[in-house]
């Protein structure tokens, strides 16, 4: 019994559209360790997917299969076309470029400004010079950081530093964003905060996948759970929003 | 490349107590390395100017006749290099010698019989003026059957070359350890700050940045220290070389000191840029595979 049993199932339907992510027969070992064993997921574009189980379930591992973290140990994947085993090392930046990751620790630059944290990677992802400032006012706007470009990542709260990650995920106009353990540090008026962000991206088109096992917002929010027990899949259903 | 350059720039400040001792430390090989070369240079042109003056005697045996005179010369002044041929008869040369002697003339006024030989004073074209070349020239006159002797100052040309050879070679020595020192310096200061910074190399690498937008600020940063290192070692060694070719101009009159030619100095920096560039490229390569 999982905690989502009591939902009605309801699988994605296979149509004829390519996914945007395909996981097949999927492992991960670490050396005699298996984190995930024939994992066969399709995710398509523009759904919103929550990745849930246990600590240590493979939740992290599985979201960092999808964009090279770490390399696949057997199986197959491919993102939006591309097929990660036959990616050489100088196509890596392409690839994840398609993502913008979200991390539950935020992995911000803690030397650098809020601006200049944004700004290094819209000016990675190739924006033109005089564009870059427009830009990233932009995105900190949008998740209403404006006042605090030019705080430093530590003189700011949890959630502040969530919200400057968030903005830096978006900017490179991703098509996927991946979430670890977004709200994981989170207290819950800031981890409601950042899921309506994360919610605001996805109705602006693009493909959310978290991966958390808070089931109180997977509950509140709802969509395609997918949930991991010993690195392999044991339910892929939709639960429908609770309120 | 603003952003580039100011990214660069920024990584210079952010850690300038490293990016400050190894610009030193390149400073420091150039300056070493310079120092030789400036020798070499000096030693070179003085060496350059001695030989312009190398006459070439060749002492002819005590039978030759008159006739053989002028064809031995017409031979002389058919190889390859001479410019001028004069011929110096017995009677002349001591002349000249007792001349050379002024008040000990007396020494050689009982001489029943005048020992010198008849000679040729050989002048060599300037293209020719080469320690190498002067001694063939030499080789082929003496070749020639009535010739005895032939002096151009060889045992002392051929000492000093040795000598000159020896210190050329310690020098290049020395150059190459010193470049090999510079680019392990530069190489561990680079990698240093590449691991103080890990985590936003990481960042910059999950969020698609690519290697070269990552790299590209290192490797002109390197390069940056490299000119810099050159210019500073350049410039300590030009305060030197005007203190002491000053002294030198008012001990010896007659020696002439020059510094570095300017494409010397041009190459000098530009070496210094690559050793900055190389390092660079040593640590980026290996953190970059980890």
């Known amino acids: ?243 | 490349m603003i952003r580039f350059l100011i990214r660069a720039f920024k990584e210079i400040f952010s850690n300038l107590f490293l990016n400050a001792v190894t610009v030193v430390t390149i400073a420091f090989s150039v300056l070493i390395v310079s120092a030789f070369l400036l020798f070499f240079v000096n030693v070179e042109a003085m060496v350059s100017a001695w030989i312009e003056d190398i006459r070439i005697m060749a002492y002819l045996r005590q039978d030759v006749s008159g006739d053989d005179i002028s064809e031995i010369q017409f031979k002389i002044e058919a190889i390859e290099g001479v410019k001028a041929v004069r011929f110096v008869s017995r009677e002349e040369a001591m002349e000249e010698f007792r001349t050379q002697l002024k008040h000990q003339a007396s020494l050689i006024q009982h001489l029943k019989e005048n020992p010198l030989p008849d000679a040729f004073e050989i002048q060599v074209s300037p293209e020719f003026q080469i320690w190498d070349k002067t001694e063939t020239i030499a080789i082929k006159i003496n070749a020639l059957l009535p010739i005895e002797d032939v002096e151009y100052g060889q045992q002392w040309l051929e000492r000093f070359t040795s000598i000159f050879k020896l210190f050329e070679l310690a020098g290049y020595a020395l150059a190459g350890l010193f470049f090999m020192a510079s680019v392990f310096f530069v190489s561990n200061t680079i990698r240093l700050a590449l691991y103080s910074r890990r985590d936003e190399i990481e960042i910059m690498q999950l969020v698609g940045a690519s290697d070269g937008f990552i790299t590209g600020p290192m490797y002109f940063k390197g390069m940056f220290q490299g000119l810099l290192g050159g210019a500073v070692g350049l410039s300590v060694l030009f305060s030197a070389f005007s203190l002491i070719s000053s002294n030198i101009g008012q001990m010896f009159s007659e020696v002439k000191v020059c510094f570095l030619p300017v494409n010397l100095q041009i190459g000098i920096v530009v070496v210094s840029m690559m050793t900055g560039w190389l390092g660079c490229y040593l640590s980026l390569r290996r953190f970059l595979k980890s």
């Open chain 1, 1 to 243: 019994m999982t905690e989502f049993d009591d939902t009605p199932e309801a699988k994605p339907s296979d149509d004829a559209i390519a996914p945007l992510i395909r996981l097949f027969h999927v492992y991960k070992r670490y050396g005699a360790k298996t984190a995930l064993a024939d994992i066969s997921v399709d995710i398509a574009e523009k759904e919103f997917v929550f990745i849930s189980g246990h600590s240590g379930a493979g939740k992290s591992t599985l979201l960092k299969m999808t964009y090279l973290g770490e390399p696949v140990s057997q199986g197959q994947v491919v993102v939006d076309g591309l097929n990660l085993a036959r990616l050489s090392r100088d196509r890596i930046p392409l690839l994840r470029r398609k993502f913008g990751i979200i991390f539950q620790d935020y992995k911000l630059i803690p030397t650098r400004t809020v601006y200049d944290n944004i700004a290094l990677v819209v000016e990675a992802v190739g924006t033109r010079g005089n564009l870059i400032d427009k830009r990233v006012k932009s995105l900190l706007r949008s998740v209403g950081m404006e006042d605090r470009q030019k705080s430093y990542p530590p003189g700011l709260s949890g959630g502040e530093q969530q919200r400057v990650a968030v903005a830096r995920a978006m900017a490179g106009n991703p098509k996927i964003i991946l979430a670890d353990e977004p709200t994981g540090s989170l207290d819950h008026d800031a981890a409601e905060m950042i899921f309506d962000l994360l919610k605001k991206f996805h109705a602006h088109g693009a493909t959310v996948i978290i991966a958390t096992h808070d089931t109180e917002l997977i509950r509140n929010t709802g969509g395609r759970v997918i949930i991991l027990k010993q690195g392999c899949v044991e339910t892929d259903t939709v639960i429908p929003k609770l309120r």
